[in-house]
């Protein structure tokens, strides 16, 4: 590494320390920008206090809010404060089901509220409930606070669009894409929406319960009668 | 020189039925015959070496035949043999993409580069094809012809693996051809000739003589040549330009057959030629490391070939426990290490010979 | 003197190729050697898990999910029982649980061992490779042993095992695991301190905690990066929290936090703590229990769902099971490590050089037939 780089990234994870996260995130070259990151974390861990994970004494805490609630009531209480109208119907305390709209500001909410603080995307699962609807799961779960839930957003199959949350939790991308690969669900707001592991010229969305799959594909017939496996 | 002597001979033999023309020629062919026949026999034995002491490095048995039927031969020894079947028995594929005639000479040029190179190294005191008096010289020349074929391979293939092997080859070989440069240099300087039987003679009279012993700059210019010699011949850990995992098979990915066992066969003897050279160099060449003793000509084609096997040996051994280098950190150890040693050497040498040999 | 500018090209690595383990294709730009977007281009060996378990009963997807990883079938196995266990409320008894995180910790011995080899290959050094086959070979001898096959054992069943553990199981394993760890050291020293091989990997393909968070990288890749996150201690499944050991975290001995090293590291270490957890769970097995006992006649979980963890040798394996209370699941997903380990590649790997870039996705330790299901 070279001698200004290695002043360039001082200088970066200095600022970052003071608060400012820009610098860093303006360095145009990745790999110095990775280097200062990893610069950054290394300078947070040898200062004690601000810790990236101090998880002893976060469980403890944590374990005094379990007693009274459930992570659900504490998440829907937490949203009811800045969003109004974002659940869908009755909720049963397993899961928390919500309307697509806005769903990307509540996502930023979960990711970036201290007492919430869902840092880790775990899941994406589509699922087609039959009845012209289909719904996108999202499984999430903080690092820092040790807590998990299940979001569940509904939509109709003739208007399948839920906003992605790609770019707040990177890892959505390619979840995104493949449950947009096998249930046709529309993220709308998706850098790079293309289908993953199927070709990109296959047709139908394989998951649905009513699928059915293509008579040929590039000149092969797909055999209907399914032997041997069934 | 032994054309000269062939065509004495054969000219007392023939000299009544045929013209002298045809006995030049005839002269010339069977010295070329005979490097021809050395490396395909050097070729096979040092393949299985390889099968054999990568298996061991390996803790396995490598090639073995048990029982009766089709096998390798006890101990394996007959799998260089298939090897070389197999090679020759392969469809000859060339890309339509392929730059045809650029394509087809090659490998031709590659091996044309490490043939002619035999022609120079002395095997025992007349034991040589052509006493040149450059004949360090030359051979350090006509070496570079393998990286106009290797550039070439890479280019006529029209593959960008091909393309990425080519330049690679093409960089670090000129790289490392100065420090290797420079070290021989230092034995240049020693011995005051640039031919390698003076060379050789220069270091007669057992071990101590060898040039390797002659002061303590020396041995540094021997690792540094050595480690010079081993880029040059694309060997693990610079076997950057055919890196099978990086560049699937570098140069020789569209090559197949026997114009890949070209390829192949231009390793391991451009490996025995760096070798020699490094034997000849600094190891004392075809002298026995007894003064006096064991020195008869059969004697000295022995300790020849058993210093320069000893070398390749080190070279097999090299490559099965070591990782590869990257592109850039080939660079900086010739350009930043081995130049600035190998210059420092020189010095070195020079001012040991005013002070002590004076 | 003007600034020389190169033309981009682009190129694909794979899908046919030495180095990205499987059938991959990176479409990658490069400018001479330095490569500057790596855009992976998945599903050459798609063969439609999902899809068929929605299709199968629950004890036939165990074969599928074994042919997901095929380098860590039985920790495939785990995380699917485990799911189904916990869906359908079924315990185990104390043999069955020991018996599962033996053969658990044993496939995460021979999975890193292989890991680590091929991050070997990548760089080069084909003795080492070879060397950790050997011992992973002797691994797969006592799977032989227990179930009959070496890659794909199909042996953790819904509520017990398909065999119990056969005689003179218990010698051989102890056997093995004392002629093994010396060899760990060996490795270490083999491979690990060889200045060559620290040279390529150390300060290379740093990747940062919050980046690694972000991407939902897991397992060794994330612990390299200086998290202390393992499934076995945080969430702890199976009987995990009865044994003693340490979760490894890169400390970027060598280099950065975070680097190909510590991903090499971390690996290494993890098979030393897999030998404790081996040793333990030996000394704890019980005698007596039948393998088959709270196997049910059906398997039928109620109607719900549920979204598992476990931790396989590539990290969270989550497995998301929809039931409507027939036999067969109405939706099976799984979470695979591998696919979000790959996804991480274009950001910690753009802007290095062409074997770097082999390096990086040597270490992330990516086995294709997870990633593409």
Known sequence: MSEDIQVLIDDVVAKALAGDMDPINNIEDRVTRSKAKAALVKAKRSQPETEIKSKDSEVSEHSDVKAKDTIEHIVIASLTKNFSNFLDGEQNGEWIQMKPENWFDIAKHLKENEDLYFDSLQCNTGFDLEGGMLESRYNLHSMKHLHAIEIRIKVSIENPNIPSVESLWRVADWFERETYDMFGINFTGHRDLRRILLPEDWEGWPLRKNYEEQETYHGIVVPKVKEGWE | MTVDYIFDFLTGLLGGFLGSDYLLLASMLIPCLAIFGFITIYALIVIYAELKVSSFIQDKVGPMGQGVGLHAGKWGLLQPVADALKLLLKEDIIPSSADRPLFILAPFMIFIGAFISFVAIPFGESIIVADLNIGLFYILGVGSIAVLSLILAGWASNNKWSLYGGMRSAAQIVSYEIPAGLSLIVVIMLAGTLNLQDIIKYQEGGIFNWIIFDNPFVPIAFVVYFISALAEVN????????????????????????RYAFFFLSEYANMFVVSAVAAAGFLGGWQSPFDGFMSTPAWSVFWMISKTGFLIFVMIWLRWTLPRLRVDQLMNVCWKVFLPIALLNIFGVAIWTVVFNS | MGVVHGQEMVLNIGPQHPATHGVLRLQVKTDGEVISEITPYLGYLHRCFEKHCENVTYEQVIPFTDRCDYLASMTMNFGYVVAVEKLMDIKVNDRVQHIRVIMAELQRIASHLLATGVFGLDLGAFTPFLHMLRDRERIIDLFEMTCGARLLYNYMWVGGLSHDLPKGFVEATLNFLDYFEPKIDEFENLLGHNKIFVERTADIGIMPAEVAINFGVTGP??????????????????????????????????????????????????????????????????????????????????????????????????????????????????RSPAFTALGVLDEIAGGWLMSDVLAILGSLDIVLGEIDR
């Open chain 3, 221 to 334: 890749n994330l612990r390299a990066s200086g998290v202390n996150w393992d499934l076995r201690k945080d969430d702890p499944y199976s009987i995990y929290d009865k044994f003693d050991f340490n979760v490894p975290v890169g400390q970027g001995i060598k280099g950065t936090v975070g680097d190909s090293w510590d991903r090499f590291y971390v690996r290494l270490q993890e098979i030393r703590e897999s030998v404790k957890i081996v040793r333990q769970a030996i000394d704890q097995l019980p005698k007596d229990g039948d393998v088959h006992q709270s196997m049910p006649k059906k398997i039928r979980p109620p109607k719900g769902s549920i979204y598992s963890r476990t931790e396989s040798p590539r990290g969270d394996l989550g497995y998301y099971i929809e039931s409507d209370g027939s036999d067969t699941p109405s939706r099976l997903k799984m």
């Open chain 2, 235 to 258: 060997r693990t850990p610079f076997d950057l330009p055919e890196s099978e995992s990086e560049l699937v098979a570098g140069f020789a990915t569209e090559y197949s057959g026997m």
